[in-house]
């Protein structure tokens, strides 16, 4: 039997399969975004920690006889989110996510040092990890001081598991620290953040093992002890691996939190100035592109806030008949973007007044002159009421 445990933005779930891949049981437990200001995007870690206690709590119960024959767990779970930990162990401060824009001008200001594309074969986004221990280190000092090691959500999760500190390669990949063509932290990229190695996990690939359960918590679910957890991935490689995304050739899209359109590669193929993300896969010696826009479903259930109806009732009005697109428009930029604009201040439109109907225009701010931007032009057609 095997364990799956994905710490998602939304929510920690879990899933039993069999060794033939069939799955035995799922449970999860939400989680919530706190937003302090305007573009900031954080969660406490104690959270996933409580999250994945009720899954594994859920599970266990359930299916006590099926988890006392568990022979390994693997991980996924969002990316780039920067979890600040000192020497105890102790989180410093809320971890800040993937899709937290407040550093976009410390992300601009290593994206102007070229070794930062050469070496990551990508961008500096606001969204990535590095951009955010900058922004600490111009912010907030004193707590950057007590770091003592950076990790990303999923590999705090294992840091729990297991007590060690491990990541590896494509979920390090989205952290603006990785020689992604070597698949090694590099010292010069890590510098220019003032860190060091000696801030990182250990790295390993996604198929190898890193680390094992701590006997502690074998002992309270009555689970086997010593139990591998795999090196796991990000979210999305490990969509990959799951749909068999692992060679050139294939590709998904997906659409969670944010969307994604994913493509395997058999080797490195960086183009930075395409805002398409070239990481490490899951896999030893592969690679993947990777374009992102950081709302997808988000943007509906933004929308089903404002009228007062759930995703799904919203949906379901759709029927299951394809019909072909309205004259509506709407640009999903709730927050920022990443592809195909790198730009943390770009907003798909301003917010109507009530019983208003005019055009809406882009809030992106204009960065060409007096020329009016792709996002103004693409809203001419949207009006409200």
């Known amino acids: 039997m095997y364990l799956g445990l994905d710490l998602g933005t939304s929510g920690l779930k879990g899933v039993l399969i069999d060794a033939a891949g069939s799955i035995l049981g799922t449970a999860a437990s939400p989680l ?14 104690s959270d996933w920690i409580k999250a994945a206690e009720n899954v594994l709590g859920e599970l266990c119960n359930l299916f006590p006889k099926q988890t006392r024959a568990l022979a390994g767990i693997g991980l996924s779970g969002q990316m780039h989110g920067a979890t600040a930990i000192d020497k105890g162990g102790q989180v410093i401060r809320p971890a800040i996510l993937w899709n937290d824009t407040r550093s976009h001008a410390q992300a601009a200001e290593l994206d102007a040092k070229p070794v930062f594309r050469n070496l990551t074969g990508n961008i500096v986004f606001p969204g990535f990890t590095a951009p955010k221990i900058l922004w600490m280190r111009q912010h907030e000092p004193a707590l950057l001081a007590q770091i003592d090691k950076v990790l990303l959500p999923k590999d705090y999760l294992r840091l729990w598991l297991t007590g060690q500190a491990i990541s590896e390669m494509s979920d390090a990949s989205g952290t603006s620290w990785l020689d992604v063509k070597r698949r090694d932290w590099s010292d010069t990229l890590l510098a220019a953040t003032g860190l060091s190695q000696e801030n990182m996990p250990e790295l390993i690939e996604g198929s190898a093992v890193g680390g ?12 086997p002890k010593s139990i591998p957890v795999a090196g796991g991935a990000g979210d999305n ?26 493509a395997a590669n058999d080797a490195y193929s960086p183009n930075p100035d395409s805002a398409v993300h070239a990481f490490c896969h899951a896999l030893p010696q592969t690679w993947h592109q990777m374009g992102v826009i950081l709302a997808a479903t988000d943007a509906l259930e933004w929308y089903s806030a404002i009228v007062g109806k759930t995703a799904a009732q919203l949906t379901n009005e759709l029927g ?4 072909k697109p309205g004259r509506l428009q709407f640009l999903p930029y709730l927050g920022g973007e990443r592809t195909p604009h790198n730009d943390a201040d770009i907003r798909g439109a301003d917010p109507p007044p009530l019983n208003w109907s005019a055009p809406i225009v882009s809030k992106r701010r204009i960065k060409n002159g007096n020329q009016e931007t792709q996002a103004g032009r693409d809203c001419h057609e949207v009006t409200a009421s």
């Open 237 to 262: 490689a490990a969509t990959a691996i799951g749909l068999g995304v692992v060679k050139a050739g294939q590709a998904f899209a997906s659409l969670g939190t944010s969307g994604v359109l994913f």
């Open 32 to 45: 919530k975004v706190t937003r302090p200001q305007i573009g900031w995007s954080e969660q406490d870690p």
């Open 320 to 323: 299951g008949t394809l019909r």
């Open 212 to 223: 094992v359960l701590r006997d502690s918590l074998a002992a309270r679910w009555n689970l």
